[in-house]
Nanobody, 127 residues
């Protein structure tokens, strides 16, 4: 399983932008579906976005579609989440996740579908 480490979280004003990074190690990065999830206190972890092995296919939650962009750089073993036009409702701990998938399917949106997780990075959006 991959080991994942997120970075890039912090405090941002509403309407601003932030880019999260997820550095992977311990496996063949390009054979994993990469995903981003987020979680707020008292709530379940929710799907944000996923990306296929080489970035050709992506999937987004409706709440972030058109504002967030997931990408990856396999040469750097890193996945990214570019967050634009953020709202206070985007405030959460953001987690990077990886799924070993032989079909290169980006349609998995439940946390139990992913076998590797980072420790999370806090994103706080202020008014």
């Amino acid at each position: 399983q991959l080991q994942l480490l997120e970075s890039g979280g912090g405090l941002v004003q509403a309407g601003g932008s932030l880019r999260l990074s997820c550095a992977a190690s311990g496996g063949t990065f390009s054979t994993y579906i990469m995903g981003w999830f987020r979680q707020t206190p008292g709530n379940e972890r929710e799907f944000v976005a996923s990306i296929s092995w080489h970035g050709g296919n992506t999937n987004y939650a409706d709440s972030v579609k058109g504002r967030f962009t997931i990408s990856r750089d396999n040469a750097k073993n890193t996945a990214y989440l570019q967050m634009n036009s953020v709202f206070p409702a985007d405030t959460a701990i953001y987690f990077c996740a990886a799924r070993r998938d032989s079909r290169n399917n980006v349609g998995y949106t439940r946390p139990l579908n992913y076998g590797s997780w980072g420790q999370g990075t806090q994103v706080t959006v202020s008014l």
